[in-house]
């Protein structure tokens, strides 16, 4: 054979038989996972220069401290929506408030309206009432000047006191000028 023949590899190999890979139980892959936890704890506390213990102690502590941390997070999270809710219905609340005030006047003024012309018409009623009893024209367009004098204001006062003065001034007035006639009238 020549050193060409020795060194070159041919080109066919015979193939190898696969190999399979060893495959371990659930068992035995939680067993390697706890001891290689267990030696990287020791690993980290040689470092740290402090015991196992006590390195559990401060990672307890550790995640202690995030779970306080997290839960004061949320608090304030949960606190802060309710304040914006709060917020909100209390905008909506003084919305709603003021439509109500709204619809309210109107509907107090539509009352109160109502109620003006009732009393006016009321009033126009006793006028011609009182008109209807005069016995002559004279004193008919008399009192009817002196009824119309009477104010909007006078006849729509709250306590209507000024009204029942004025016409009670008003048909005295005419009664005595009626009686004073009726006596010329008899003489």
Request: hydrophobic share 30%; glycine share 2%.
């Amino acid at each position: 054979m020549s050193e060409e023949e020795i060194f070159d590899k041919p080109l066919d190999p015979k193939p190898k038989p696969a190999r399979k890979k060893k495959e371990l139980s659930e068992a035995q892959k939680a067993a390697l996972a706890k001891g290689r936890a267990k030696m990287a704890e020791k690993r980290a506390a040689k470092k740290a220069g402090k015991t196992v213990e006590e390195l559990k102690k401060e990672k307890e502590e550790q995640k202690a401290e995030k779970e306080k941390i997290k839960l004061e997070k949320k608090i304030a999270k949960e606190s802060e929506k309710g304040a914006k809710k709060d917020a909100k219905q209390r905008k909506e609340s003084l919305a709603q408030k003021r439509r109500m005030k709204k619809q309210q006047e109107a509907m107090n003024q539509v009352i109160s309206k109502q109620k003006r012309e009732k009393i006016l018409d009321n009033f126009n009623d006793k006028k011609c009432e009182i008109l209807s009893k005069c016995t002559n024209i004279e004193t008919f367009n008399k009192l009817s000047e002196e009824l119309n004098d009477i104010s909007e204001e006078d006849i729509l006062d709250v306590g209507q006191d000024k009204l029942k003065k004025k016409l009670l001034e008003k048909l005295k007035k005419y009664e005595t000028e009626e009686s004073i006639k009726l006596k010329l009238n008899l003489n």
